[in-house]
């Protein structure tokens, strides 16, 4: 029987992981604290560790890792507020995997048979490595806890990266983060937009030209490729290149060598190449806008950067960070309900856009309280129309006769849904929360169970 200590401080959480990993047939322990866990790990054979990684007190997960590592003890550590850096020195000590809270439960013990069965001939612990330098990336949902994984996995990696998403969702400060996890992070990142060029001036800009090649080249031009000979190479909005310029790109990433144009001779670069896209590349390639040739060779590993829309959670600390960068000495404060309207805007702009209003938002309001009336009118649009997707019929006039704020607003919104459906699971729906979120509004709103204003499934 394999022997599981899982480390948490919260007795509640370890309880129930104990349960939930006893259904396994796992023998579990479980510690509260890391002094606990450490004396455990050096009194007792374990096969497998189960840590939060802040377990609130001066040693962490991490910590414990490093301890339980050279034990010959796999390691999964779970966490709330997953960072790039964390993922990286995690994979970096030698952690089998990670998972963030609140995590699926399946999930869960998929990852610990998956950890099981690949104890017989694992092999050892990567070397620790000095610190990385430090990138921007923001967020600890599970949608980013899954980039940073991705991108801590790359670290001695040199394969080509094929990044895709949405505008603004920060794709070059992926390939930012990859390049500074590498390897490479001390030589050049070089970033191109190549939607942004002509073929011709793409072209130039990338492999360089030769003296006289063209009218006003007077000199030789070294290209972009060598510049970033021994880093890295970020080719964004690659989709936007034409057939006979990819085909020019192919012969670099298959022979490691330029030709400038108009020169006779080959140069050879060592360049690490990150694409990427907010289009549809096979769709491209389908319809021959794209080499399939040259897809496949760009995109060795393949990384999405989730839309904001699916990471909301990550809001606030988005928001924090913005505000601390555009306010200057006196951060501006956010008034409660504007929190509410930007959490349940659509953010089409992704987080592009949110710098964008929070920079606007501290400009105006120079360290004083925003408020939800200094929200550009199309995000107050946005929401209000969400508000409003109220049943047919709903005498919707009567929720706006006092213009009320949106916390009240929202109040008498439930009231309708609750006046229109008895099940609770539909009146969710039309919310887009779960139901245990719409037992926390009922219950914040009065709306208990058995009073006159609820209704009972």
């Known amino acids: 029987m394999a022997r599981v200590l899982v480390v948490d401080d919260s ?65 999964i550590l779970l966490s709330g507020f997953g ?52 990138s921007l990336m923001i967020g600890s949902s599970s949608r980013m806890m899954a980039v940073y994984k991705t991108i801590a996995s790359l670290q001695d990696s ?81 989709g936007e290149t034409t057939p006979n310029f990819q085909v020019k790109l192919l012969r670099v990433l298959q022979e490691h060598e330029v030709r400038r144009v108009g020169a006779n001779k080959t140069l050879k670069v060592d360049v690490r190449v990150i694409a990427a896209t907010n289009k549809d590349l096979q769709t491209l390639v389908k319809g021959g806008a794209f080499r399939e040739d040259l897809f496949y060779r760009l995109s060795v590993v393949e990384l999405q950067v989730p839309p904001l829309r699916e990471r909301r959670e990550d809001i606030p600390k988005l928001l924090e960070h913005f505000l601390a960068e555009f306010s200057g000495k006196a951060v501006s404060p956010l008034h409660p309900e504007v929190l509410q309207v930007l959490e349940a805007y659509s953010w089409p702009g992704n987080v592009r856009e949110l710098a964008n209003v929070v920079e606007n938002l501290t400009q105006l309001s120079r360290g004083r309280e925003i408020t939800v009336d200094e929200l550009p009118a199309k995000i107050q649009a946005d929401v209000l129309k969400k508000a409003l997707r109220a049943p047919e019929g709903a005498a919707l006039p009567d929720l706006l006769a006092d213009w009320p704020s949106l916390d009240e607003l929202e109040r008498r919104y439930i009231k309708l849904l609750l006046a229109q459906h008895r099940e609770k699971q539909r009146i969710a729906e039309i919310l887009g929360v779960d139901r245990t979120t719409l037992y926390r509004k009922l219950k914040r709103y009065g709306f208990q169970e058995g009073s006159e204003e609820g209704q009972p499934d």
């Open 11 to 75: 007795r509640e959480t370890c309880e129930f992981l104990e349960e939930l990993l006893g259904v396994m047939g796992l023998e579990v322990r479980q510690a509260t604290d890391p002094d606990r866990a450490i004396a455990l790990l050096e009194g007792e054979p374990f096969d497998l560790m189960l840590s939060d990684i802040n377990l609130e007190a001066p040693k962490d997960g991490l910590d414990l890792l490093r301890v339980a590592k050279p034990r010959g003890v796999d390691v």
């Open 83 to 134: 960072t790039l850096e964390t993922a990286i020195e995690a994979v970096r000590e030698g952690a089998f995997d990670f998972l963030s809270k609140p995590w699926n439960n399946e999930d869960l013990k998929a990852l610990v048979k998956r950890a099981l069965e690949s104890r017989a001939g694992k092999k050892p612990a990567p070397t620790p490595q000095p610190p990385k330098k430090r």
């Open 158 to 238: 040199a394969a080509t990266v094929l990044i895709t998403g949405e505008s603004g969702t920060g794709k070059e400060l992926v390939a930012r983060s990859i390049h500074l996890s590498s390897p490479r992070k001390d030589a050049a990142f070089v970033a191109v937009n190549c939607g942004a060029l002509t073929e011709t001036l793409l072209e130039s800009e990338l492999f360089g030209h030769a003296k006289g090649s063209f009218t006003g080249a007077t000199a030789d031009k070294k290209g972009l490729f060598e510049e970033a000979d021994g880093g890295t190479i970020f080719l964004d909005e690659i």
